[in-house]
């Protein structure tokens, strides 16, 4: 480039606004692959929580920061497919919610960050070393903790008439550590004298077989496949006319009878001040896993009475929040 050319460049940088030019130089790119649908309720919660805690953070998206939003819509071939989109956009940094979500974008970079929310066992998957130190490119934030099955289990006995058998119900495709929820529900069943059953779920036909399921209780755990379904899980549940334990809030504010779980829209706040640390100069394998901190326990006296059942007045007392 010769003199002439250079100062013909400088004319033209000096009759740009300097907001333009501040944006043009900081603007960063965070991809976000999830597991649910464009159009469902919980992840459009998930996404205005992220943008406002962006936002605090100082990352304002069509700002400083551009985000390129795909959802999976609970199909595994379409999360894969939308792996390839993102990572072929070249983000500075990426943001998966589910496991299945951590799982396509590992296969497809080991150098950019991935931080991860709603993810359980990241260890025993293989996305992490350990907890305190990750190693590699990925990080986040996971939403099990060890002794969250046993407590779902204990909740179903304190419903009358008891449920002496327990189906617990999990897609093997897609949630690959339903076997170590299982050895804790199977502990916590020796101590309270209950019969517990797996009930794996694939597609429509084995969710509607549920309703035939008439002699115990459901607990239904983590898993994006029963998210995506939940409304012809909810269908089976009821019409089996059984109590039931959920691993989420949502089915509860969707008819469910209880759930005891991890806050996800705080896992997402949390999430955000991670991309802000990595964005900022933080490497993803030097910010330890962190396990959640905030539980809830929501029960629904609606659906108790459409079914005939009483839940203890101990249970009912600590519960976050009562449906009436």
Not at 186 to 214: F, G, M, N, Y
Request: no cysteine; hydrophobic share 45%.
């Amino acid at each position: 480039m010769n003199r002439r050319d250079v100062l013909g460049l400088l004319g033209t940088l000096a009759t740009l606004p300097s907001s333009a030019l501040a944006q043009s130089a900081a603007t960063r790119r965070l991809g976000v692959l999830s597991v649910t649908a464009d159009d469902d309720a919980v992840g459009q919660t998930r996404s205005a929580i992220l943008v406002e805690a962006l936002a605090a953070h100082g990352w304002k998206e069509h700002g400083n920061l551009e985000i390129d939003w795909r959802s999976g819509g609970g199909d595994r071939a379409r999360i894969a497919r939308l792996a390839d989109e993102l990572v072929a956009l070249k983000p500075d940094i990426l943001l998966a919610v589910g496991t299945p979500s951590v799982e396509e974008l590992r296969q497809r970079t080991a150098t950019t960050p991935i931080v991860f929310a709603v993810v359980t066992d990241p260890v025993s998957q293989g996305f992490v070393q350990n907890l305190a130190h990750p190693g590699g490119n990925i990080t986040g934030f996971t939403d099990y903790d060890g002794p969250l099955a046993g407590k779902w289990l204990e909740m179903l006995a304190q419903v009358t008439p008891p449920a002496a058998r327990v189906f617990v119900v999990y897609n093997p495709a897609t949630a690959p550590f339903a076997g170590l929820m299982l050895r804790t529900v199977e502990d916590a069943a020796q101590k309270l004298d209950v019969t517990v059953e797996p009930a794996p779920v694939h597609d429509a036909a084995s969710i509607a077989a549920l309703a035939s399921r008439k002699d115990g209780g459901f607990l239904i755990l983590p898993d994006f496949f029963t998210m995506a379904n939940r409304a012809p899980l909810l269908a089976a549940i009821a019409q089996a006319r059984v109590p039931a334990v959920y691993w989420s809030r949502t089915f509860v504010d969707e008819g469910g009878l209880m759930s005891y779980s991890t806050d996800s829209v705080e896992q997402l706040r949390r999430a955000a001040s991670y991309i802000d640390r990595i964005l900022k100069g933080a490497q993803a394998a030097d910010l330890p896993v962190q396990n959640p901190t905030k539980f809830e326990l929501a029960i629904n006296l609606r659906a108790a009475k459409a079914l005939g059942l009483t839940i203890a007045p101990g249970l009912l007392a600590l519960a976050n929040d009562v449906i009436e």
